[in-house]
Nanobody, 123 residues
Framework: QVQLVESGGGLVQVGGSLRLSCVGSGRTFSNYDMGWFRQAPGKEREVVAH????????YYTDSVKGRFTISRDNAKNTVFLQMSSLKPEDTAIYYC????????????????WGQGTQVTVSS
């Protein structure tokens, strides 16, 4: 089992920045690929970003490219999502997730999920 706890969400104005953190505990964090997902009201959960075990490979959904950066610190069992130039459409609950040997980035590939943190971007 891997337990994941997100933090860093909040209310921010359009154009502002936030950094989300997700701390993992339980099994060896560095063995897991990590992802950030989000779910807006009335919408399905979607992948935002993904990072492999050593941080050498990342993926971003098109709508956040150039604005969001995913990174990880395996020594601290933490994955980050730096978000800048935030837009109202970024408003959602953000979840981090962990999975093993992920080749297709889809929520079904991730085995462990955090509880989520709310991000609200006001215009």
């Amino acid at each position: 089992q891997v337990q994941l706890v997100e933090s860093g969400g909040g209310l921010v104005q359009v154009g502002g920045s936030l950094r989300l953190s997700c701390v993992g505990s339980g099994r060896t964090f560095s063995n897991y690929d990590m992802g950030w997902f989000r779910q807006a009201p009335g919408k399905e959960r979607e992948v935002v970003a993904h990072i492999n075990t050593n941080g050498g490979t990342t993926y971003y959904t098109d709508s956040v490219k150039g604005r969001f950066t995913i990174s990880r610190d395996n020594a601290k069992n933490t994955v980050f999502l730096q978000m800048s130039s935030l837009k109202p459409e970024d408003t959602a609950i953000y979840y981090c997730a962990a999975g093993s040997r992920i080749t297709i980035i889809h929520e079904r590939a991730y085995d462990y999920w955090g509880q989520g943190t709310q991000v609200t971007v006001s215009s």
